[in-house]
């Protein structure tokens, strides 16, 4: 079976750094995604990790370690703006769809 | 500009009464997929189909029906609607060459069945 899990909710500072944790549970793997999505919106693709170690992409970072089957999304910098749910999936071996975690709900106050 | 269309966006419908949203992509992709998202669930996927003329079931393919005749189209069919399906409906597609890539989502559909 596959098992995602990530946080339900956090709550960070404007102007901070704020660390998201995936850790999964696949038969296979091929690929870890993380989306953003605002309250009643469409997700939005924010990065892709297939090896390991740390992706950056401008205020935004990925880090994967397969062998712990574990992620975390690094935001840095803060803005009200990344108030939002931040969901991390999983791609198996092959042609396989991707599992969703349920998110992480992340607010920012000032 | 490369997007996922979903139609309509907003609906409010009664039980019983068969309804269709489309679903339609312009990124010449193979997979494509529905999803169903509701309150502490999260995304949930419905049918997924990875060709044309090849549809399999997601986690939740309970009293929804899909179709793939096209590459361009992945319409969801509710036969007969019921009020638990009442949530925001993804349509997304995705490339599965050189291992797949980012799956691009709609805006969005949001049914409500009385």
């Known amino acids: 079976g596959q098992n995602i899990d990530q946080p339900t909710e956090m709550t960070a500072t404007e102007g901070a750094i704020v660390q998201i944790n995936c850790t999964y549970q696949?038969?296979?793997?091929?690929?870890l995604f993380w989306y953003q999505q605002h309250a009643g919106e469409a997700p939005t693709f924010l990065s892709y990790?297939?090896?390991?170690g740390l992706e950056e992409k401008g205020r935004f970072s990925s880090f994967l370690s397969r062998s712990k089957g574990y992620s975390y999304l690094l935001l840095k910098e803060l803005q009200m703006k990344d108030s939002a749910s931040y969901l991390c999936?999983?791609?198996?071996?092959?042609?396989?769809?991707?599992?969703f975690g349920k998110g992480t709900r992340l607010s920012v106050i000032a | 500009e490369a997007q996922v269309t979903q139609n309509p966006r907003y609906l409010i419908t009664v039980t019983g009464k068969k309804l269709t949203v489309t679903c339609s992509q312009n990124?010449?992709?193979?997979?494509m997929s529905w999803y169903r998202q509701d309150p502490g669930l999260g995304l949930r996927q419905i049918y997924y189909?990875?060709?044309?003329?090849?549809?399999d079931k997601g986690d939740v393919p309970e009293g929804y029906k899909v179709s793939r005749k096209e590459k361009r189209n992945f319409p969801l069919i509710l036969e007969s609607p019921s009020p638990n399906q009442t949530s925001l409906y993804f349509c997304?597609?995705?490339?599965?060459?050189?291992?797949?890539?980012?799956?691009?989502f709609g805006d969005g559909t949001r049914l409500s069945i009385l």
């Open positions: 990790n297939v090896l390991d």
């Open positions: 696949t038969s296979g793997f091929n690929g």
């Open positions: 997304a597609s995705s490339s599965l060459t050189g291992g797949g890539g980012p799956q691009h």
């Open positions: 990124m010449n992709h193979e997979y």
């Open positions: 189909s990875m060709n044309v003329e090849v549809t």
């Open positions: 999936a999983v791609r198996d071996l092959g042609n396989t769809p991707l599992v």
